[in-house]
């Protein structure tokens, strides 16, 4: 059964983060820039109607607590990372159909000038019927 018949979804882009991840020594002892884009798949409508914040998220608490990780991680992968950052928005507003896309922005690769980017989703089973 869908239990998110009406699902609208709210995007946050392009949030800054400074974390100190990567497999050199280098990138977790001086951190390096990435960008971070989060979509939250939800039943909109009562609050859409109605103007009311209690039937929406408050995505305010998803950039800080994102931000407060950044600060706080250190790990080899970009994949870690993005995991912690699903497992803190899960803990934020439970199980709702969230994806991310984190990107390295500049990883340190001989003669790359290009970035890593890695997209991930949680709790989207409601999809599949």
């Not at 699902?7 to 990138?27: F, P, Y």
């Not at 608490?61 to 706080?72: D, Y």
């Not at 912690?84 to 500049?106: A, D, H, R, T, W």
Request: some cysteine.
């Amino acid at each position: 059964m869908n239990q998110f018949p009406n699902s609208s979804a709210i995007h946050i882009k392009d949030i800054n983060l400074w974390a100190h991840v990567g497999v050199l020594e280098t990138e977790r002892i001086n951190g390096q820039s990435f960008v971070l884009d989060i979509s939250f798949w939800l039943d909109l409508d009562e609050s859409s109607k109605h103007d009311q914040l209690d039937k929406s998220i408050d995505y305010s608490e998803a950039i800080k607590a994102v931000q407060k990780l950044s600060f706080e991680i250190q790990c080899l992968t970009i994949e870690y990372f993005s995991d912690q950052i699903l497992n803190v928005l899960e803990s934020l507003y439970g199980k709702v159909p969230i994806n991310i896309m984190l990107k390295k922005c500049s990883p340190p690769i001989d003669g790359f000038t290009g970035s890593v980017l890695i997209e991930k989703k949680r709790n989207f089973s409601f999809l599949v019927n």
